[in-house]
């Protein structure tokens, strides 16, 4: 072999582009370039002014290699011919074989025969020859385009699936590859015939064109299929429009708009149908209406500090979202935000609206939330390594139909560490906060919101709290184990100065468990206020591997020294002692996690409350497990028993094959179904296929109990 460098001699031929979805081969011949070339032996014709390079040629030029059995280059004519063998791998990966090429005029025009090209996702596209008629048209006959790997058995048989075109055209203007006369074949056997088909060439990233259709059967809507259409607007902007037809509910139209721009992005989906009105009880009232909803979220920079955004979820009816399975949501919020933040200080200015979807719900007595602004300023630490801390809070609440509420809050804090020589860590936490209510209709009975009367009147108050947290961490290692023990306790007292029975708006809901065991207040948000000296108090355990594996045990309860705790019965904190609660937490390795957190009665021990959830398994083989126990819910509607389990699961049963499910079920009084899934998947290099069986066991008014079967297929790269 004789290696030599030539300028300008035996380049790669002109660029050609032949494919689906990647970047084929540039075949360019750059003769402002050097080659390094190989070769058993290379003859200069010097007569002809050609010359031919034999045996084993191998034409090297940065990242593009050329390999033939000759390769013949001559100069009068400016033509170039590899022959024999012919592999071309360029940059991006991309491989092309043939049995030989020649291009010319100035290497815009040639052909290629029996050619196969093999791409760097493993797709494949391979035709009998290919023309190009100029430096922006090819043009290729007889050829077979498929992603799908050759069988290891039998690299002869048919694969699973494969496009056949009599003449295949690449526009480079237009950046497309067009088939006439195409047949998509499945395992060899044609099944659907087009006389048209095109789709975008490899420098496209985006480019309309239909995604894969879903076929359904469901008890409510009946047969239906989904048709998603994808367009794309301009490089910035696109959109996805599905129709879905049903034989019981007609058409339903949706879309999903997706936009960037240069400070953020947002995306905005709805859909809208015209069906026959029915009433609670499911039956025809006779009447047409319009049935939809929107929905949409985005976020904007304004400089390097703040930032504004959205997030809509509205629809025209309460059960739409849950017949066209869209959202299971009982409650659908809308909210709008300025949020600033530079150095330690921090602002979030929002506006909310709520759209409650259960039959209980009374529009009138949703509250629409206008303006809620927050300011949190943290100061830097003094030489004692304590810092002040100020926050604000202004919230205005209102209804069409029940009482209105304003409210100012002002809070300065004063937060101190120490850790003792011995590794104790003491924390002194003060603060004084003023609230300001201006009421509006106020409730005769606080627990009725359609007891509104047309009384007006401002409450006031001060609530200054004071506390003081002790820890003492003992770590101990044990060859790569470490252990940890800590004991805590945190001594709180608060107080409410002037009205007490000021509007209640944001705590209205309360759960005692392990991520409020300490704390100065127990209540979520700050128009209920745990008043009274109490004294908090636990156990913190832990065992950590060298690898990232960890067990923990948090173990605690709350003794208040007065008699009158002002909790309601059922939330663990109605006596001096607290229920007990705890969280266990197991985590060896990334494949287990389990977690438990349990509510215990201080009396008797039995559990009030038991929360269990454990996440098991790997990517291809995994298993979810939730479960949950309510002695008394006091949240609920009915205040009553509550107990769900729900399960969900994935396992590889075969090369290809997954099957799928999930599971969930009301406990209490019996027990009853709630909906449950069932489905089977394949999915290769090539080919996708889903079933898909769901049951809805319950019924929500015009919604009776459901079961819906799907189909869905993906041909890859296609969708």
């Known amino acids: 072999?004789?290696?030599?460098?030539?300028?300008?001699l035996l380049l790669l031929p002109t660029p050609f582009s032949v494919s689906f979805a990647q970047e084929t081969p540039s075949t360019e011949l750059d003769l402002s370039k050097e080659a390094l070339l190989s070769a058993e032996e290379v003859t200069y014709f010097n007569t002809e002014q050609r010359v031919e390079a034999t045996g084993n040629v191998e034409i090297v030029q940065g990242e593009r290699i050329l390999k033939a059995d000759k390769v013949i280059y001559n100069i009068t004519a400016d033509t170039v011919r590899a022959e024999g063998n012919?592999?071309?791998?360029?940059?991006t990966g991309n491989v092309l074989f043939a049995d030989n090429m020649e291009l010319e005029n100035e290497l815009k025009t040639g052909a290629i025969r029996n050619f196969k090209l093999l791409f760097t996702d493993n797709s494949r596209l391979a035709a009998h020859d290919a023309v190009r008629e100029d430096e922006n048209r090819t043009v290729m006959t007889k050829a077979v385009f498929t992603s799908c790997e050759p069988c290891r058995e039998d690299p002869n048989r048919a694969p699973i699936w494969q496009i056949k075109s009599e003449k295949?055209?690449?526009?480079r203007t237009e950046k497309t590859i067009t088939y006439r006369n195409a047949f998509l074949e499945f395992f060899g056997v044609p099944i659907m015939y087009t006389p048209y088909f095109s789709h975008p060439d490899p420098t496209v990233d985006r480019e309309s064109g239909f995604l894969a259709p879903t076929v359904f059967d469901?008890?409510?809507?009946?047969?239906?299929?989904?048709?998603?259409?994808?367009?794309?607007?301009?490089d910035d902007k696109d959109i996805t429009i599905t129709p879905t037809f049903t034989t019981k509910e007609g058409v339903q139209m949706a879309a999903e708009y997706r936009q960037a721009v240069e400070s953020g992005d947002f995306q905005v989906d709805g859909s809208l149908t015209y069906v026959e009105e029915v009433d609670n009880n499911n039956i025809e009232t006779g009447e047409e209406a319009f049935q939809g909803h929107i929905r949409g979220d985005g976020q904007f920079r304004i400089d390097d500090g703040w930032v504004w955004g959205f997030d809509v979820f509205r629809t025209t009816n309460d059960t739409y979202l849950e017949k066209y399975d869209i959202s299971d949501l009982d409650t659908l919020t809308s909210t709008l935000y300025l949020q600033g933040q530079r150095g330690r200080n921090f602002s979030l200015l929002s506006a909310y609206s709520f759209q409650g979807l259960t039959e209980d719900d009374v529009s009138g007595e949703t509250p629409i939330v206008p303006a809620w602004w927050n300011y949190s300023f943290v100061g830097e630490p003094n030489s004692f390594g304590g810092r002040f801390s100020a926050d604000a809070d202004v919230l205005a609440i209102y209804r069409t139909d029940g009482q209105d509420t304003d409210r100012f809050s002002l809070e300065g804090g004063y937060h101190v560490p120490?850790?003792?020589?011995?590794?104790?860590?003491?924390?002194f936490d003060t603060s004084l906060r003023g609230d300001l209510y201006y009421a509006h209709d106020i409730l005769a009975n606080p627990d009725d919101p359609s007891s509104a009367t047309d009384q007006n009147d401002f409450y006031g108050r001060l609530v200054p709290s004071a506390s003081v947290e002790w820890r003492y961490p003992f770590v101990r290692q044990a060859g790569s184990i470490r252990q940890m023990v800590e004991p805590i306790v945190e001594a709180v007292w608060s107080d409410v100065v002037g009205d007490k029975d000021t509007p209640n708006e944001d705590s209205l809901s309360f759960e005692f468990d392990d991520t409020n065991l300490f704390g100065s207040n127990r209540y979520a948000g700050l128009d209920e206020v745990e008043t009274g000296a109490r004294v908090n108090y636990g156990i913190n355990m832990g065992v950590y591997g060298a690898s990232g594996g960890y067990t923990t045990l948090l173990f605690g309860q709350s003794y208040n020294f007065s008699d009158n705790t002002g909790f309601a019965n059922g939330t663990g904190l109605e006596d001096q002692f607290s229920d007990y609660v705890a969280r266990l937490e197991i985590r060896p390795a990334d494949y287990l996690q389990f977690v438990n957190r349990v509510r215990l009665d201080h009396d008797s021990l039995y559990l009030a409350r038991n929360e269990v959830t454990m996440k098991l398994g790997t990517f291809d083989h995994w298993f979810n497990l939730g479960y949950v126990y309510l002695r008394d819910d006091p949240n609920?509607?009915?205040q009553d028993k509550r107990e769900e389990v729900f399960i969900e699961g994935k396992t590889k049963v075969a090369d290809f094959w997954s099957v799928y499910g999930s599971y969930r079920r009301n406990l209490v009084d019996g027990g009853n179904s709630i909906d449950g899934t069932l489905g089977f998947e394949y999915l290769d290099e090539c080919f996708g296929f889903a079933l898909e069986a769901k049951r809805s066991f319950t019924r929500d008014r015009d919604v009776e109990p459901e079961t819906r079967v799907s189909v869905k297929f993906r041909l890859l790269p296609f969708n």
């Open 636 to 638: 609920g509607l009915t």
């Open 418 to 427: 120490y850790t003792t020589s011995n590794g104790q860590v003491i924390t």
């Open 218 to 234: 469901s008890s409510t809507l009946g047969y239906g299929i989904k048709i998603p259409y994808y367009y794309v607007i301009s």
């Open 86 to 91: 012919v592999v071309l791998m360029d940059p």
């Open 1 to 8: 072999m004789m290696p030599l460098t030539l300028a300008a």
């Open 168 to 171: 295949v055209v690449h526009d």
